[in-house]
């Protein structure tokens, strides 16, 4: 059984695990799959939804064929199911969303006796909230500390080829200061770059100025600067702009006391973008929004995606490129990494060749009975326990 | 990490005491040879000799370790330095037409490692003046100072100008002699009719003193006419009617003869005879390399000897059709002569001779040339003139520096042994003269330990230096060009070799100096170094991806070089190397001189530039990476062990050869048009300097950059297929655990542009923990060095790593080959989890062994926006506390801003502002001592030396036995700068000396007057100077042409600047 042609799917309903096989490029399509799934968990007509782990632990839908096929080529070569039943609450898609799950939310079943009811009154009525199909890629932070002027901007890059997508420059900035007006440099954006992730968020435009990155302060900064800050914050980018356009600026509402103080916009991939305020999601619902926490967030969140790859290579295998590059326990850092009782974590593909040069691959198959570390035992039970419930299908 | 921000902002009084103790930033002292010096003086009396620059800093060199550094205010060149002899005072002439009064001047005494040492003097800028316009003419250039003479006296500054007057100027206050003024029409009125033809005499050219009547002078004027002038009785006393344009004058030193130099490259000889109002003819004229014409000869001296005929020394005057572009400087005596043939422009010379008045003869002793990039002196006592070797303003540059490497606290033993390859080298050059310059006296204790600087050349050499003190001195050169085939192959130093003297050829040119900054080949040159001190072994590695391991040999040694190439495509397909072809290893045994002598040659394959080295002396293995892989190498048992190609896939520029060259032909294209079209702007606005036109002038080049469409730059996460991603930036090796927690092992790690770290177990026989054990007798049979990969590590921000570095259980870093084995370090911690620190371009980063997980960082380029450039990990003294120390981890930005961290918490401690942040050659030639020191590049000749230690600094303290009356130092809007009392200079000096006996007074005064350890003693130092001396003034060695855009840069940035930090 090649790797190349074959995906491995563990598939979760509430406490129930399946583990099966699938051939990559077989045809059928998701009407096809979700059959299948229904009739592995025994659950016919149960409504259910699907969702799947991409490469960087979020959990996204699977409800038509294209996105189907997209989850069935990110498999490498684990493909992680998560089934869940339609009258429960809408699962929240998106980034970290299943870390979310993991720490204090947990299951999908499980929520905050707070947010419980702020959702149970508005189901009562309009369901308001992200589209269940949508990923945030960007979000309005903060509106209640910041000035009405002002906007802080998060983009959320998921790891995707797309590029941020904006230029800045320097540029000169008129403050009304106790002394008068002044004009003191600042940055600028200065261009966006068409289909870029600034520009679909509509959120950024050109000749805003830059006043914050990260919530540091980027007065004083040169642009050299200011642009290595961005570049270092990319994966998780919270740029505080001041808009040129002043008029599209998000009201204080001073009636609204209730947690849906963010506005975030979603968008799936450039179908356009949806503004929405007051959402429920639990991203902005569980920052608690003061001055300093836009940092603490920052760098809270980094934590999660700041993960570096590292690769063991100390497995007991016989040299072979293709096995070696298999074998290996691929994990991720950060806390998406394989604790909580996924018994393997999540697939990468790693961007630099592992083939090894022949001499080591010698060496590798030479000292290989000596040198069963811990990690390639980890690798190989893994694998193992991948085989042993496998019902193998071929669809 | 919000717990740690909040920590880091917090003061804890207890650890600010330590960091005070431990840290302070200061600029010690420059090393090399000062950027385009435009003038030099010395003073007979004191034995120190000054050189003035175009970037407005005077520099005074006496004996070895005596150094005096003063910047004028604005950055413009000094054209000429006067000293009054034996006072310690000197006067500069700027180009801006002010005239400058320098003093030495002494301080309290200070504590110096521990010793109290007084009577240490620095120079103080006292006052400055400037002639003011003759009212009614309306450009200033009838008054530019053209020529400064001094009188023996020290009471009168006589000034020539270009309008042909002669100004006098009261000494030490400056101030003007109205009455004396002495301007053409009284000597036109005595002029014969038919020389006199109604033109003006033009500008003066010189003016001499009578060397045994004072009061009399000679003024020489452009046209040619001499006059003698009486000054007390205010007439004159005889003419000379000369009919070339005059150069230069010089006394006899009887005073019955004077020489003139002249424009047509012949000089003339003048008897002067009382009661002869008017001489028409020379005694005697000569064009000496006539009689085709010649270059002007600039300047002329005429020196008696005891032996009978007298000295000339004369620089120019060669024919101008044939020699026209040579820079020389002729000696000539009775049937000697020799014409020196310098590589660079001659600035200025004098000789060292008697200035006793007893004496009859001058009897020159020593000739010093100031070259635009070297200082050369003649021994003119020795018969056949040697040069003489400087014992500091080395020059650097020589061939271009690629790269430097410090070595602190070198054994002895190779200490011995370099001192003497390098004796042997110069062995033919010696000469018994000792140095002339001998001024002053270096109050600066011996240094406890002896540091080399290495400094690798465009032409493949590398030079060691004596970095011990402030005067950075030459030891021993090593050349790796005769590995190699090339054009030359003998590449010898022609200055080393007085014996390559063309006796057929006219004029008998001699070559000498060291400056040669063409090279022969330049993928001969060094990239990087290794150098360990116990072993002796050197690594040199260069352009075309050779890589040198050298032994040392006290003896001369016949033996062929052992080659071996290696692949680090490892057969990938697709690629094409359109760089440089290999060098071609020379076959044939060759010659090796005493020192470093080659043992392996390793050739890269493609043949690119080596990026990074590693060498382990005790494992016999080197490792070197280039922008393809990087290799491991043993070069005891001369085979490969490892070649890794780091390339990815996509990445097909890093094939194309030298970086990127296209993209860089365009933009240095496009930038050298710039430069053009601005120095043609700025070149026509410099002649006139009044005031409107210097608004006119900024404006404009205001507009200027309005034209430049705004700079964008554009915010794009890095991406894996970044060209160049495969670049080896640093490489490592470690005794560490890398496979399982309880057996440690050799180690190989190396870093790359695109921010992944390999990690490689070695198998070195004999070498390792149980592992070898276990395996028992299959380790014995294997006697190959094996490298296994043992880790990868993708950082997600996939910046450049610049350093990667492990740590042992206590968090320190790893000792050096053989200091654990030998017992010269403290063996490292095993017991205890190592952990490994990654420096990348953006963040540090701390993992623990051998779980590769992260355990503590610091995101540098995420908060302060500045990236990494180097990073050093440097064991810091407390200067209060004996044996405290700390290590601690020295990052520089690409700001030039200096952030110290201890280790392994990553926590940030200090923060000093370094190299201009413009400066970019300045941050990448910067390195770092193991002792908390360090070196960058000021300008292509001279390291400024720095210290982030407390107590570990290397600066100039040195006290000068002056003569002067103190009774004042007024300066000119009166207030005293210095005011001291005739008894307490007294006593300090019999304090400082304990052997004071004829000076009336001698002046000390610390180089600093606040004490070390404080932060602020940058601050502070500038209160009692000048006040406008910023770092950015000693920096600014800047062109002409770019002189006025730079000043109007400076003028802008002014406000935004905070005061500025004196260097040294």
């Known amino acids: 059984m090649s790797f190349d042609q074959h995906v491995f799917c563990f598939v979760q309903f509430e406490a129930e695990y399946r583990r099966f096989g699938l051939k990559r490029n077989g045809s059928g399509g998701f009407q096809e799959f979700y059959r299948l799934l229904q009739t592995i968990h025994h659950i016919h007509g149960v409504d259910v939804l699907l969702g799947y782990a991409d490469i960087h632990g979020d959990l996204l839908p699977i409800n038509n064929d294209e996105n189907f096929y997209k989850a069935v080529s990110s498999a490498n070569p684990l493909l992680r199911i998560i089934i869940t039943k339609r009258e429960d609450e809408p699962v929240v898609y998106g980034t970290n969303s299943l870390q979310r799950r993991k720490k204090g939310l947990g299951l999908t079943g499980l929520r905050t006796t707070g947010s419980g009811t702020i959702h149970s009154k508005s189901k009562s009525g309009l369901m308001i909230g992200p589209p269940q199909n949508f990923r945030q890629i960007s979000s309005i932070i903060d509106v209640d500390i910041l000035p009405e002027t002002h906007r802080r901007v998060r983009l959320h890059k998921h790891g995707t080829k797309k590029p941020l997508g904006f230029y800045i420059r320097d540029g000169v900035s008129v403050r009304v200061t106790p002394q008068g007006v002044e004009k003191v440099p600042g940055v600028f954006i200065s261009r966006l770059v068409r289909g870029g992730l600034a520009e679909s968020t509509g959120l950024l435009a050109v000749n805003d100025e830059i006043l914050e990155v990260n919530g540091i302060d980027v007065a004083g900064k040169s642009l050299d600067q200011v642009t290595d800050m961005m570049v270092a914050n990319s994966h998780n980018l919270i740029v505080t702009v001041k808009p040129a356009n002043q008029r599209n600026n998000v009201v204080h509402r001073e009636s609204k006391n209730f947690m849906g103080n963010s506005g975030s916009v979603g968008s799936a991939g450039s179908t356009g973008s949806v503004l929405s305020h007051e959402s429920p999601s639990p991203a902005s619902q569980s920052n608690p929004i003061t001055a300093s926490s836009s940092i603490a967030e920052g760098d809270s969140e980094d934590e999660d995606d700041d993960g570096d790859i590292i690769l063991e290579n100390d497995c007991p295998t016989a040299y072979n490129p293709h096995l070696v590059t298999k074998r290996n326990s691929v994990k991720l850092n950060g806390e998406s990494s394989c604790s909580g009782p996924h018994p393997s974590a999540v697939g990468r593909p790693l961007p630099q060749s592992m083939s090894l040069p022949s001499s080591i691959g010698a060496s590798l198959g030479y000292s290989s009975n000596t040198m069963s570390g811990h990690n390639g035992s980890l690798a190989s039970s893994s694998q193992d326990s991948m085989k042993d419930d496998g019902t193998e299908l071929t669809l | 990490m919000m717990k740690f921000r909040f920590r880091r902002q917090g003061t804890d009084p207890q650890r600010e005491r330590i960091k005070q103790e431990l840290f302070a930033f200061n600029k010690t002292v420059g090393h090399g040879f000062p950027h385009q010096p435009s003038a030099l003086a010395f003073d007979p009396k004191l034995q120190l000799m000054a050189i003035g620059t175009k970037s407005g800093a005077i520099k005074i060199y006496g004996a070895p370790g005596v150094e005096f550094t003063g910047i004028h205010g604005d950055a413009t060149a000094v054209t000429q330095i006067h000293f009054l002899p034996g006072q310690g005072r000197l006067l500069s002439l700027l180009d801006d037409n002010t005239i400058h009064l320098w003093e030495l001047v002494a301080g309290p005494s200070r504590e110096v490692g521990g010793a109290k040492k007084e009577g240490v003097v620095t120079l103080k800028h006292v006052d400055s003046y400037s002639l003011p316009g003759r009212p009614g003419i309306e450009s200033c250039s009838a008054t530019r100072v053209t020529v400064l003479l001094l ?3 020290c009471d009168l500054l006589c000034i020539g100008t270009e309008g042909g007057g002669v100004y006098f100027l009261e000494l030490p206050r400056l101030s003007l002699k109205e009455n004396q003024t002495l301007l053409q029409e009284p000597i036109t009125q005595r002029l014969p009719d038919d020389y006199r033809c109604g033109k003006s005499l033009g500008p003066v050219e010189s003016l001499q003193e009578h060397p045994q009547q004072p009061g009399k002078i000679l003024i020489g004027y452009s046209r040619g006419l001499v006059v003698l002038w009486d000054l007390g009785a205010g007439r004159v006393e005889q003419l000379f009617l000369g009919k070339q344009q005059l150069e230069s004058l010089v006394w006899e030193r009887s005073g019955n003869l004077f020489v003139s130099s002249h424009n047509d490259g012949g000089y003339s000889v003048w008897a002067v005879t009382s009661g002869n109002a008017c001489s028409p003819q020379p005694v005697s004229s000569t064009i000496p390399y006539g009689p085709f014409p010649c270059k002007a000869i600039n300047k002329i001296l005429w020196r008696t000897s005891q032996s ?3 000295v000339l020394l004369y620089s120019g005057g060669m024919p101008r059709a044939s020699y026209g572009d040579r820079h020389c400087l002729t000696v000539q005596q009775d049937k000697e002569h020799v014409t020196l043939d310098f590589t660079s422009r001659v600035i200025d010379f004098f000789t060292v001779h008697s200035i006793k008045p007893e004496k009859e003869f001058d009897d020159p002793s020593a000739l010093v040339v100031l070259l635009e990039e070297e200082l050369v002196v003649i021994d003119l006592q ?7 070797p400087t014992p500091y303003l080395a020059p650097l540059h020589s061939s271009a520096i690629t790269c430097s490497c410090h070595i602190a606290n070198v054994p002895p033993k190779l200490w011995e042994r370099l001192i003497n390859a390098g004796k042997a080298q110069r062995g033919r050059q010696q000469t ?5 310059i001998c001024g002053g006296k270096n109050l600066a204790p011996p240094p406890k330990q002896q540091e080399l600087l290495l400094t690798g050349h465009e032409d493949g050499t590398v030079r060691f230096w004596d970095a011990s003190g402030v005067a950075l001195t030459p030891l021993y050169k090593l050349g790796t060009a005769n590995v190699f085939h090339t054009d030359c192959d003998d590449p010898h130093d022609p200055g080393d070799d007085p014996d390559l003297q063309q006796e057929e050829e006219w004029p008998p040119f001699r070559k000498v100096g060291c400056f040669d900054p063409y090279s022969d080949d330049p993928r001969l040159g060094i990239q990087k170094m290794s150098l360990c001190k116990y072993s002796n072994k050197l690594m040199v590695a260069g352009t075309a991806g050779q890589v040198i391991v050298l032994g040392f040999n006290d003896e001369r040694s016949d033996h062929s070089v052992d080659v071996s190439v290696v692949d680090l495509l490892q057969d990938r397909e697709g690629f094409t190397w359109k760089g440089h072809s290999r060098l071609e290893p020379r076959l044939k045994p060759a010659p090796f001189p005493p020192g470093f002598q080659p043992l392996v040659l390793v050739q890269c394959l493609p043949p690119a530039s080596v990026t990074a080295v590693a060498l382990h002396t005790e494992w016999n293995l080197i490792a070197f990476g280039t922008s393809h892989g990087f290799g491991l190498f043993d070069y005891h048992r001369r085979n490969s062990v490892l070649a890794r190609c780091t390339l990815h896939p996509n990445d097909s520029l890093a094939m194309e050869g030298p970086l990127s060259r296209v993209k860089s032909l365009k933009k240095s294209l496009r930038q050298s048009f710039r430069r053009i079209r601005k120095s043609r702007v700025s070149g026509k606005k410099r002649v006139i300097t009044t005031p409107t036109s210097k608004v006119q002038e900024a404006n404009a080049a205001l507009a200027e950059q309005e034209e430049v469409a705004p700079v964008q730059r554009r915010i794009e996460p890095r991406s894996a297929d970044d060209s160049l991603s495969g670049v080896v930036r640093c490489l490592c090796f470690a005794d560490t655990f890398l496979r399982d927690g309880t057996h440690h092992g050799p180690t190989l790690w190396a870093g790359t542009n695109s921010g992944s770290v390999y990690a490689y177990a070695l198998e070195v026989p004999g070498v390792g923990s149980g592992r070898a054990c276990e395996r028992g007798g299959a380790s014995e049979s294997s006697s190959c060095v094996e490298a296994v990969l043992g880790k990868e590590i993708q950082l997600m921000h996939r910046a450049p790593v610049v350093s990667i570095c492990v740590l042992d259980g206590r968090g320190k870093p790893l000792p050096d080959p053989y200091e654990a084995s030998q017992d010269l370090a403290i063996a490292p911690d095993m017991t205890n989890a190592h952990s490994v620190l990654i420096a990348s371009e953006e963040q540090l980063k701390v993992f623990s062994l051998p779980k590769v997980s992260a355990k503590t960082k610091f995101k540098l380029t995420a908060h302060e926006g500045c990236r990494v450039r180097k990073v050093a990990l440097v064991l810091f003294s407390s200067a209060a506390q004996e044996d405290y120390n700390e290590h601690t981890l020295v990052c520089l930005t690409n700001l030039g801003d200096m952030h110290l961290f201890n280790i392994p918490a990553l926590r940030p401690q200090v923060r000093y502002d370094c190299i201009r942040k413009e400066d970019i050659s300045g941050i990448a030639s910067c390195v770092f001592s193991k002792n908390g020191q360090g070196f960058y590049l000021i300008s292509p000749s001279e390291y400024e030396r720095f210290s982030l230690s407390a107590k570990v600094l290397t600066e100039p303290l040195c006290s000068v036995q002056l003569d002067r009356p103190l009774e004042l130092t007024i300066s000119r809007d009166g207030t005293t700068m210095q005011p001291q009392a005739n008894g307490t200079h007294k006593t300090q000096m019999g304090q400082a000396e304990g052997q004071t006996l ?43 042409v ?9 003028m802008k940035e002014e406000e935004g600047r905070s005061p500025g930090i004196l260097i040294n």
């Open chain 2, 1042 to 1050: 770019d002189e006025v855009e730079n000043n109007l840069k400076n």
């Open chain 2, 382 to 388: 020795t018969p056949g003139w040697p040069s003489l």
């Open chain 2, 432 to 436: 018994h003269m000792s140095w002339p």
């Open chain 2, 308 to 310: 009978g005929s007298p």
């Open chain 2, 151 to 153: 009188l023996k006296s």
């Open chain 2, 998 to 1040: 004829e000076p009336p007074s001698s002046l000390s005064s610390p180089i600093l007057d606040t004490p070390l350890d404080s932060p602020l003693s940058c601050a502070d130092l500038t209160l009692d100077s000048t006040g406008e001396l910023t770092v950015e003034d000693v920096r600014d060695f800047l062109t002409t």
